[in-house]
């Protein structure tokens, strides 16, 4: 299985971006995905998580309201809409198959993309 995270770039305080998660390989559809982030000089934290169903959602408390995950198992796609982004959302952004029911820990998962960048800055 091979992860694709892709639509990072640099957006104003205020502002919107999609992010997709691309799989390759064999199908994701009947697992979980996350998606995490990475700050400068910080570790790794959980974002989101969307459940094969699509019908199971989790947010991060920082991102609830703001982020919204979704997922096309058909195109073998999940995306991170994210909407009134913050400077501290700036972070690598990576999304990763999930294997276990504790959605917030990095162990949960076992496949990872190779993660795309958000800057949030005016």
């Known amino acids: 299985v091979s992860l694709q995270a892709s639509g990072g770039g640099l957006v104003s305080p205020g502002g919107s971006l999609k992010l997709s998660c691309a799989a390759s390989?064999?199908?994701?559809?009947?697992?979980?995905v996350g998606w995490f982030r990475q700050a400068p000089g910080k570790e790794r934290e959980f974002v989101a998580a969307?459940?094969?169903?699509?019908?199971?959602?989790r947010y991060a408390d920082s991102v609830k309201g703001r982020f919204t995950i979704s997922r096309d198992n058909a195109k073998n796609t999940v995306f991170l809409q994210m909407n009134w982004l913050k400077p501290e959302d700036t972070a690598v952004y990576y999304c990763?198959?999930?294997?276990?029911?504790?959605?917030?820990?990095?162990?949960?998962?076992?496949?990872w993309g190779q993660g795309t960048l958000v800057t949030v800055s005016s």
């Open positions: 990763a198959r999930g294997v276990s029911i504790a959605y917030g820990l990095e162990t949960s998962y076992d496949y």
């Open positions: 390989g064999r199908t994701f559809s009947n697992y979980a």
């Open positions: 969307i459940k094969w169903s699509g019908n199971w959602l």
